[in-house]
T-cell receptor, first 112, second 114 residues
Framework: DQQVKQNSPSLSVQEGRISILNCDYT??????FLWYKKYPAEGPTFLIS?????DKNEDGRFTVFLNKSAKHLSLHIVPSQPGDSAVYFC???????????FGTGTRLKVLA | ETGVTQSPTHLIKTRGQQVTLRCSSQ?????VSWYQQALGQGPQFIFQ???????GRGNFPPRFSGLQFPNYSSELNVNALELDDSALYLC?????????????FGNGTRLTVT
């Protein structure tokens, strides 16, 4: 049972345009969500998080939106840069637990 | 600030053998979690250690075990290796056990079981 789903395995975007990565979850108890970026041969790097008490969190070029009723979150990167090319994972957790559930990742390619 | 470091980076073992993977947590972090990432999948939670005790466990058999030391470093031990244990093993450190503390990952150990 995949509680966190990233249905797009890959995405290609032109440099300077917006990248939108999507994530759906099934567990209504999840209340904290994170996005990670992973380059080959490196561990995942934390990008941005959002708590369920918010519907938007912004950090520079990265914005995460949360739609609790739809159990959907998205990561917007604008403007996209070639260095953003990586695999992006969303992860979710609920209060009182100690583990994060990760999606299967979306490979973003930003074309110069 | 020292990040999370893992050793070794790569390892090849034979089915049935045992393996120990090591992790040093980021300075100031007292909690260590281990994740397994199979090819094409997201990381899967193995267990977490806090104050030298196992604080929670994912859906992994008992042949996966761990330790945390007083300096917050950690080991992951896997006995009776199986071919399906081939994966990237990621260690992550964080502060406390609250779920609003992001995990900071090391670069992982790539384990191949033949």
């Amino acid at each position: 049972d995949q509680q966190v789903k990233q249905n797009s395995p890959s995405l290609s975007v032109q440099e300077g345009r917006i990248s939108i990565l999507n994530c759906d979850y099934t567990n209504s108890m999840f209340d904290y969500f994170l996005w990670y970026k992973k380059y080959p041969a490196e561990g995942p790097t934390f990008l941005i998080s959002i708590s369920s008490i918010k519907d938007k969190n912004e950090d520079g070029r990265f914005t995460v939106f949360l739609n609790k009723s739809a159990k959907h979150l998205s990561l917007h990167i604008v403007p996209s840069q070639p260095g953003d090319s990586a695999v992006y994972f969303c992860a979710a957790s609920d209060s009182g637990t100690y583990k994060y559930i990760f999606g299967t990742g979306t490979r973003l390619k930003v074309l110069a | 600030e020292t990040g999370v470091t893992q050793s070794p980076t790569h390892l090849i073992k034979t089915r049935g053998q045992q393996v120990t993977l090591r992790c040093s947590s980021q300075s100031g972090h007292n909690t260590v979690s281990w994740y397994q990432q199979a090819l094409g999948q997201g990381p899967q939670f193995i267990f977490q250690y806090y104050r030298e005790e196992e604080n929670g466990r994912g859906n992994f058999p008992p042949r996966f075990s761990g330790l945390q030391f007083p300096n917050y470093s950690s080991e992951l031990n896997v006995n009776a290796l199986e071919l399906d244990d081939s994966a990237l093993y990621l260690c992550a450190s964080s502060v406390g056990t609250e779920n609003n503390s992001p995990l900071h990952f090391g670069n992982g150990t790539r384990l191949t079981v033949t």
